[in-house]
């Protein structure tokens, strides 16, 4: 109704065009909600200097700084072990608790306290270990304990060579609109009406007014922007049948039912021309994907950025 305080949790392998859908909704009939991605980073979109996955074979000292590359990026996580283990890397890592890549006695771990990932960062200036290049550095946002710009300039300086804001709080939400597995592993106490949107009802969903079915990853087509900034387009193992429909479509309709204009599509190619014209960083959506793409040099894994 009126006046409610709408609440919207996001997947974390939600697609390029279902990002462009919703942005066209919160910035009309939704406008003023708050929004949360689950398990996604703070952190701005790469530089295009930024190194390749793959150029992590070359570093001798690979720094990792306020992620667990394990949990966070599993398929980086690989690429480091594989460094470390039998390329020989050196390792520093900047995180407050033992991470998996700890299983190397070798590794340096500074621990700084929540929130001083930044001056950890600086005080490894002039470190011995990094006296020899090339040097990797790899770092995260804490999982939204550190302040990101502060972090990014100690991580450039470090370097020698936007902000992302925080995720809302959906606490206080009477509305809320649950895609995928609820935020925190909870629905907010405030929330009068539930709708989950997921493959699945799970228990931390509860009880909620409106269930609608979703698609599963091996039946969605679309596109994902990868840790390196590229857009990569992805094809359907499956065909979705009836009524199962595809995040687009409802997002579309959903748009149209509530009187918004120019949110009827005939397919995913129209909203992915529309998407490149509006976002510099979505420009690779106005051409089609490649019938026979080359070989990418990375693994592909359950988990995506």
Avoid at 236 to 252: F, H, I, K, N, Q
Wanted: hydrophobic share 45%; aromatic share 4%.
């Amino acid at each position: 109704g009126r006046g409610r305080r709408l609440g919207i949790s996001l997947p974390q392998d939600v697609t390029n065009e279902e990002l462009y859908l919703l942005s066209r909704l919160l910035a009309g009939p939704w406008k003023g909600a708050r929004v949360t991605l689950e398990r996604r980073s703070l952190l701005p979109p790469p530089p295009p200097e930024a190194m390749s996955i793959r150029d992590l074979d070359a570093c001798r000292v690979l720094v990792v700084v306020a992620s667990d590359t394990a949990d966070d990026v599993p398929v980086v996580n690989l690429r480091l072990k594989k460094a470390v283990k039998k390329l020989g890397a050196r390792l520093v890592i900047v995180h407050p608790r033992d991470l998996d890549l700890d299983r190397w006695p070798q590794a340096v771990h500074v621990r700084p306290e929540p929130g001083g990932a930044a001056a950890a960062v600086r005080a490894l200036a002039g470190h011995e270990l990094l006296r020899e290049g090339p040097v990797g550095i790899l770092w995260g946002d804490g999982r939204g304990t550190e302040p990101i710009g502060e972090l990014a300039a100690a991580v450039a300086e470090l370097a020698a060579a936007g902000i992302v804001g925080a995720p809302d709080d959906l606490d206080g939400c009477e509305a809320v609109i649950c895609w995928g597995p609820p935020p925190l592993g909870r629905i907010p106490a405030s929330a009068r009406f539930t709708a989950v949107w997921d493959i699945l009802l799970r228990p931390e969903h509860g009880r909620p007014d409106l269930v609608l079915p979703d698609l599963s990853f091996a039946e969605t087509q679309g596109s994902y922007t990868n840790l390196e900034g590229r857009v990569q387009f992805v094809r359907p193992a499956l065909v979705p049948r009836p009524p199962l429909r595809e995040g687009w479509e409802v997002l579309a309709e959903i748009g149209q039912r509530l009187g918004m204009a120019g949110m009827e599509y005939a397919g995913i190619f129209q909203i992915q021309r529309e998407a490149a014209r509006a976002i510099p960083a979505f420009a690779p959506l106005a051409g089609p994907p490649d019938p026979q793409p080359e070989p990418t040099p990375v693994l592909y894994g359950p988990a995506r950025p």
